[in-house]
């Protein structure tokens, strides 16, 4: 009973949340969203990266560790994507990055918070510093077929990557008004972002649903299956490997989206745009099983 508790204490407040961002969505369709992309992008995501990072305890080896471990994860789902793309004709290249790009920040982050405390925020924030990292890189290249250097200059989450790796490899201590301040930042960007993500549901249209179904089983329901297979190749236990199955689990990252409506045809927005909603909606069912698992076999 407890642990059945427990799970809901876990995605309840994110699942409500999303419901916010839903319904105010469907009041107001014009609803303008740019001040939450906009401060994500350039104050929120640097300010989460940096508190879960280099303030709750995460060691630099753990960091390094589970780095490499999702980047393994990353390897399997573009073998799957790669596959699922082909059978479905659709661009391999394109449209892959739905399919390894998981919502491991908007989702993702604050359910492990729920889900592990301070140190389960640890890990998965190193986890999503790979898929923040690989947005502004894989994601453009895939999404443009080109390599674009300037985007990550220019990107914030970049450079709180290279800060907060620098504090926990020299183990620097970390002043207490930038402890506060990133904290206060991180959850009221956890709160935001998870209302946006309600929002982009009212807009995002499902052009294709049987193939966005079929694309999306790839995601939420292939993807922890991948996870838990290299937490037993790999070895993994404790909360470490809780946060990893989760942060497999999460459904395709709005930011897909963002990207490839920027450096991709119409069409294969459409695609991906398909295949987000529709994963989303899928993992509100796949999610807290896949919660529940963890909180059950690896705390």
């Given at each position: 009973?407890?642990?059945?508790?427990?799970?809901?204490?876990?995605?309840?407040?994110?699942?409500?949340?999303v419901?916010?961002?839903?319904?105010?969505?469907?009041?107001?369709?014009?609803?303008?969203?740019?001040?939450?992309?906009?401060?994500?992008?350039?104050i929120?995501?640097?300010?989460?990266i940096?508190?879960?990072?280099?303030?709750?305890?995460?060691?630099?080896?753990?960091?390094k560790?589970?780095?490499?471990y999702?980047?393994?994860?990353i390897l399997?789902?573009?073998?799957?994507?790669?596959f699922f793309?082909?059978?479905?004709?659709?661009?391999?290249?394109?449209?892959?990055p739905?399919?390894?790009?998981p919502?491991?920040?908007?989702?993702?982050l604050p359910?492990?918070?729920f889900?592990?405390?301070?140190?389960?925020?640890?890990?998965?924030g190193?986890?999503?510093?790979?898929?923040?990292?690989?947005?502004?890189?894989?994601?453009?290249?895939l999404?443009?077929k080109?390599f674009?250097?300037?985007?990550?200059?220019?990107?914030?989450?970049?450079?709180?990557?290279?800060?907060?790796?620098?504090?926990?490899?020299?183990?620097?201590?970390?002043?207490?008004?930038?402890?506060?301040?990133?904290?206060?930042?991180?959850?009221?960007?956890?709160?935001?972002?998870?209302?946006?993500?309600?929002?982009?549901?009212?807009?995002?249209?499902?052009?294709s649903?049987?193939?966005?179904?079929?694309?999306?089983?790839?995601?939420?329901?292939?993807?922890?299956?991948?996870?838990?297979y290299?937490?037993?190749?790999?070895?993994l236990?404790?909360?470490?490997?809780?946060?990893?199955?989760?942060?497999?689990?999460?459904p395709?990252?709005?930011?897909n989206y963002l990207?490839?409506?920027?450096?991709?045809?119409?069409?294969?927005?459409?695609?991906?745009?398909?295949?987000?909603?529709v994963?989303?909606?899928?993992?509100?069912?796949t999610?807290?099983?896949?919660?529940?698992?963890?909180?059950?076999?690896?705390?």
């Open positions: 009973m407890d642990l059945y508790l427990k799970l809901v204490e876990v995605v309840f407040p994110v699942f409500f949340v419901g916010i961002g839903y319904y105010l969505g469907r009041k107001n369709p014009k609803l303008d969203t740019t001040f939450i992309t906009n401060f994500g992008a350039n929120g995501s640097p300010a989460i940096f508190y879960s990072v280099a303030t709750t305890g995460l060691t630099f080896d753990l960091f560790s589970y780095f490499i999702y980047f393994l994860a399997c789902f573009s073998i799957i994507g790669v793309l082909f059978a479905l004709k659709k661009d391999i290249i394109m449209e892959l739905p399919f390894i790009l919502n491991t920040g908007n989702m993702g359910i492990c918070l889900a592990y405390g301070s140190q389960g925020l640890g890990v998965a190193a986890i999503s510093s790979i898929i923040i990292l690989f947005h502004f890189t894989l994601g453009v290249f999404a443009s080109k674009n250097l300037s985007v990550i200059v220019k990107s914030p989450p970049f450079y709180a990557i290279l800060i907060s790796v620098v504090f926990i490899y020299f183990n620097l201590p970390v002043p207490n008004f930038v402890i506060n301040t990133t904290e206060l930042l991180t959850y009221a960007t956890i709160f935001l972002i998870l209302m946006s993500l309600g929002i982009a549901l009212t807009r995002l249209k499902v052009f649903f049987n193939h966005a179904l079929i694309s999306s089983f790839a995601r939420v329901l292939i993807g922890p299956i991948i996870g838990f290299l937490i037993k190749y790999l070895n236990s404790g909360y470490a490997a809780g946060v990893f199955l989760i942060q497999c689990a999460m395709s990252a709005v930011l990207v490839g409506s920027i450096y991709s045809p119409k069409k294969i927005v459409d695609n991906i745009a398909s295949m987000i909603v994963s989303t909606i899928m993992s509100f069912i999610v807290p099983i896949v919660v529940y698992l963890a909180l059950k076999y690896f705390s």
